[in-house]
C-alpha cells in the first residue's frame, strides 16, 4: 500500500472513480491499485474506504440496539460516535473491532470481512475500551509495556518510559497503579496511543472521560495528528474537543431500533 | 515461542508473586482439607495410609478448582481479556500461555507440598515419590480441563459452584489414574500402565483443552 | 441458503409440529406392544423370576442417555460449524430428556439392584459411569440456564457438549479400570439366559423411547424457537395466535 500527497488534480480523479456509494475525503488518497486511467497521466484507482460496514444490526437481548447501519471510513478521517447513553455506542465500536459478531451486517477492512482478515487487521488496530485494561498490581511501565508485547509490537521499555513521561506520568513509574487516579489511567492509554502511531486505525471508547483539561487537549491534539497522518480515529465522547479538523459524525441513534420485544 | 506467549506467561507469573498470599491461602486450604480427613474415618494407621493417596488427590482437585476462577476473572473486568483477543496472535497462543502460567503458580506447589502430606498418612518413601509424580503429570490436566470451565463461566452469577459442577466430572479420570498409580505400585502391579495412561491423557489435554478454552472465551467475550 | 432449507427456524418450525404428533403416536404404539411382550410374552427367568422385568426399562434407558448426549454434541458440532440457530436449539431441547433416561436408569438400576445384589448402589463401572453422565447433564442445563445472553448460552452449551462428549469414553474406560482394580465389591452382574422374546421386548421399548425422545425433543424445540425468535414477524404471528403475548 502507498500513501501520496493530495497533488494537483488528483482530487477530481478520485471523486469520478469511485463508484456511487463510496464519497471520498478530499485530504487523502489511497492508491491501492496501479491501473492506468485513460486520458490522464496518473496512474490511479479509486478512492477505496479502509473500513466498510454494511446494514450492521445489533442486538443485546431483547432489545434491538440498532439496525441498517452503515458506514465507510477512510484514511485520514475522524469519526465521532454519538448517541444518548444506552444507545450502543460501545456495542458498536466492540463490532467494528471483531470483539463482538453482528446480528446482522458485516465489517471490513480493506474490503475482506474482518473475520476472514482478522490477523492483518487487528495489527492495524488499537482499540482502547472502556475499561483500563490496566492490571492495579503492576506499575504503569508494566502495565504498558504488557499491553505492546501482548499486542505484538516491539516496544521496548525506555519507549514506554519515554511516552509514560511525556503524557505526565514520569513520577508515577514504579508505582502500583492501584493509586493511581482515573484521569492518570486513562493517560497510560493516552501512552499507549502514542506507541501506536503505526496503526492505522484507532478505535477509542470514551477517551475523555475523567482527563483533566491539559490531558484533553492533548489527546485531542494525538487523535489529530494521528488522522492527518492518514489513520483513522473513531471515537466515542460526549465532550466536545477542538481537533483543529473536520470531525465526521454517526448519530447511533438514527439506527435505533423500530421495535423491541 | 511467540512473543505474546512470552508477554502473558511472564506477565501472570509476576502478577502470581505479586498477590502471593492469595496462592498461600489455596495451599493452606489444600493442606487442611487433606488433614479433615482423619478426623472423619479415625486415626487407624492403615486406614489412613490406604486412603492418603486418595485424600491427597481430591485436596489437590479441590484447591486446584479454588483457584481456576482467578485464572480470567481478573482480566476480564479489566479489560485485558478485551486486548489479549485484538491481539495478531491466535487466541490459543496466549491462553496456553494463562495456562501455563496458572499451574506453574497454582499446581506446582501442591505438588512440592504433597509430600508432607503423604508423610502424615503414613506412606512409605518409595510411595511418596510416587504420589508427588503423579501429581506433577497429573496437575497440568486439571488446570487445562479448569481452564475450558473457567472460560465458560466467567461473570456468571455463581461461578464457582457452576465451574465445580461442569469440570469435577470430567476430572474424575485423572483421579482415578493419579491415586491408582500409589495402589498399583504398592500391590505390585507397577507403575508403567498409569503414568503412560496419564502422560496421554496429559498430551491429549495439551492438545485440544487450549483450543477449547480460546473458543469459550471468544464466546464468553462475544 | 437452499441448502439448509430446514435449518431455518420458520420452517423448522412447522416441520416439527407435523413430526412431532407422528413420533409421540409411534412412541405410544410401540411402548404398548413392548410393555405387553416385556410383563406378558416374555418368559420368567430361571434366577431372578420377576424382578428382572426391569431391564425392559432399564436398558433402554441406559442406552438413550448415551445416545442423547451424543446426539446433542453432534447438533452441537453442527451448530458451532454451521453458525445454524436451530441446532443449538436442538440441542438444548434434548439436555432434559436425556437427564431424564439417565436418572430413570439410575433409579431402575436401583431398584433392580436391591433384589438382585442385596444394595441400592454398587460402585460398579456402569452405574458409576452412568452417575458421572447424569453430572454431565446437570453441568450442561446448568451452564445454558445460567448464562443470560441467548446466544453465549448455545456456544457455551454447544462446547461443554462437545467437551464432554470427547471425555465420555474416557471417563468410562478409566472407571472400568479402577473398578477392576478395586475387587471391593463382590458383585457380579448376575448372567440372565437373553432368550429371543425377551430381547425382542428390549429392542421394541427402545425404538419407543428413540420416538418419545425424538417427539418430546420437537415438542419441546418449537416452543424453544418461538421465545427465541418472538421478534420476528412470522413467530409474533405464530405467538398471537396461540393467544400469547409478544
Redesign the interface.
Known amino acids: 500500500m502507498q500513501w501520496q500527497d493530495p497533488g494537483t488534480g488528483l482530487n477530481s480523479i478520485a471523486k469520478a472513480a469511485p463508484t456511487a456509494r463510496q464519497k471520498c475525503n478530499p485530504d487523502v488518497v489511497i492508491f491501492l491499485t496501479t491501473k492506468r486511467l485513460p486520458d490522464t497521466p496518473w496512474r490511479v484507482v479509486e478512492c477505496t474506504p479502509m473500513l466498510e460496514i454494511h446494514d450492521l444490526a445489533c442486538l443485546r437481548g431483547d432489545r434491538l440496539l440498532f439496525r441498517r447501519l452503515g458506514l465507510s471510513v477512510q484514511a485520514g478521517e475522524l469519526w465521532r460516535i454519538a448517541g444518548a447513553n444506552g444507545v450502543g455506542k460501545t456495542s458498536l465500536l466492540r463490532l467494528l473491532c471483531g470483539l463482538a459478531t453482528p446480528d446482522e451486517g458485516e465489517v471490513r477492512w480493506q474490503r475482506k470481512t474482518i473475520q476472514q482478515e482478522r490477523e492483518s487487521f487487528h495489527a492495524a488496530l488499537l482499540y482502547l475500551g472502556h475499561a483500563s485494561a490496566l492490571n492495579d498490581l503492576l506499575t504503569p511501565l508494566e502495565n504498558l509495556h504488557f499491553a505492546c508485547a501482548a499486542a505484538g509490537d516491539a516496544v521496548d521499555t525506555a519507549a514506554c518510559s519515554a511516552a509514560l513521561t511525556r503524557i505526565g506520568l514520569g513520577q508515577q513509574l514504579d508505582l502500583p497503579t492501584k493509586v493511581l487516579s482515573q484521569g492518570q489511567r486513562r493517560r497510560v492509554g493516552l501512552a499507549r496511543m502514542l506507541l501506536a502511531t503505526q496503526r492505522l486505525l484507532w478505535i477509542l471508547d470514551e477517551p475523555f472521560t475523567a482527563l483533566d483539561v491539559a490531558a484533553a487537549a492533548e489527546l485531542a491534539q494525538v487523535i489529530a495528528q494521528h488522522a492527518k497522518a492518514g489513520g483513522m480515529v473513531i471515537f466515542t465522547s460526549h465532550q466536545d474537543a477542538d481537533f483543529g479538523m473536520p470531525v465526521r459524525t454517526l448519530d447511533v441513534g438514527k439506527f435505533g431500533g423500530a421495535f423491541s420485544a | 515461542m511467540s512473543k505474546a506467549f512470552i508477554a502473558v506467561l511472564r506477565r501472570d507469573l509476576l502478577l502470581a508473586w505479586r498477590s502471593r498470599a492469595d496462592l498461600l491461602v489455596a495451599l493452606s486450604f489444600f493442606v487442611v482439607v487433606a488433614s479433615l480427613f482423619p478426623f472423619g474415618v479415625g486415626s487407624d494407621p492403615d486406614q489412613l495410609r490406604a486412603i492418603g493417596p486418595g485424600v491427597v488427590w481430591v485436596a489437590a482437585l479441590l484447591a486446584t478448582l479454588l483457584a481456576l476462577p482467578r485464572m480470567f476473572s481478573q482480566d476480564f473486568d479489566s479489560g485485558v481479556l478485551e486486548q489479549l483477543l485484538l491481539s495478531q496472535e491466535p487466541p490459543v497462543v496466549w491462553v496456553s500461555a494463562k495456562i501455563a502460567a496458572h499451574w506453574l503458580s497454582t499446581g506446582l506447589p501442591l505438588v512440592v507440598v504433597s509430600p508432607l502430606l503423604a508423610l502424615m498418612y503414613g506412606l512409605k518413601p518409595s510411595a511418596i515419590e510416587v504420589l508427588a509424580l503423579a501429581l506433577l503429570i497429573g496437575t497440568p490436566i486439571l488446570s487445562l480441563i479448569g481452564a475450558i470451565g473457567a472460560a465458560l463461566t466467567l461473570g456468571l452469577r455463581g461461578a464457582g459452584s457452576l465451574l465445580a459442577l461442569l469440570v469435577l466430572p470430567l476430572m474424575v479420570p485423572v483421579l482415578i489414574f493419579g491415586a491408582g498409580s500409589v495402589d498399583a505400585w504398592a500391590s505390585g502391579i507397577g507403575l508403567r500402565a498409569h503414568l503412560l495412561l496419564m502422560g496421554g491423557g496429559l498430551f491429549a489435554a495439551l492438545a485440544l483443552a487450549p483450543f477449547a478454552s480460546a473458543a469459550a472465551l471468544r464466546i464468553t467475550m462475544d | 441458503m437452499n441448502l439448509f432449507k430446514f435449518s431455518s427456524p420458520q420452517t423448522f418450525y412447522s416441520l416439527a409440529g407435523k413430526l412431532a404428533p407422528a413420533f409421540g403416536v409411534i412412541a405410544a404404539v410401540l411402548a404398548a406392544i413392548g410393555l405387553y411382550i416385556s410383563f406378558f410374552v416374555a418368559p420368567t427367568d430361571a434366577v431372578q423370576g420377576e424382578v428382572y422385568r426391569i431391564i425392559f426399562i432399564h436398558v433402554p434407558a441406559a442406552w438413550m442417555s448415551m445416545v442423547i448426549y451424543l446426539a446433542m454434541a453432534f447438533w452441537s458440532a453442527i451448530g458451532?460449524g454451521l453458525g445454524t440457530r436451530v441446532s443449538f436449539y436442538m440441542s438444548k431441547a434434548l439436555a432434559p430428556t436425556g437427564a431424564l433416561f439417565c436418572f430413570l436408569a439410575l433409579w431402575t438400576g436401583a431398584l433392580w439392584g436391591r433384589p438382585t445384589w442385596g444394595t441400592y448402589w454398587a460402585w460398579d463401572a456402569r452405574m458409576t459411569s452412568q452417575l458421572?453422565l447424569l453430572?454431565?447433564y446437570?453441568?450442561h442445563i446448568?451452564?445454558t440456564n445460567?448464562?443470560?445472553?441467548?446466544?453465549?448460552a448455545d456456544?457455551?452449551g454447544a462446547?461443554?457438549a462437545?467437551?464432554?462428549a470427547?471425555?465420555i469414553p474416557?471417563?468410562y474406560?478409566?472407571?472400568k479400570?479402577?473398578n477392576t482394580?478395586h475387587q471391593g465389591s463382590s458383585i457380579n452382574l448376575t448372567k440372565i439366559s437373553v432368550v429371543n422374546t425377551m430381547l425382542i421386548g428390549m429392542l421394541i421399548m427402545a425404538l419407543a423411547a428413540w420416538a418419545y425422545s425424538i417427539a418430546v425433543a420437537l415438542v419441546r424445540v418449537r416452543s424453544i424457537i418461538l421465545e427465541r425468535e418472538?421478534?420476528t414477524e412470522w413467530a409474533?404471528v405464530e405467538i398471537a395466535a396461540q393467544g400469547g403475548r409478544?
Request: glycine share 8%.
Open positions: 458451532l458421572l453430572f454431565l446437570f453441568g446448568a451452564l445460567a448464562i443470560e445472553d441467548a446466544r453465549r456456544k457455551a462446547i461443554i462437545l467437551v464432554g470427547v471425555n474416557v471417563i474406560f478409566s472407571v479400570w479402577w482394580l418472538r421478534r409474533g409478544a
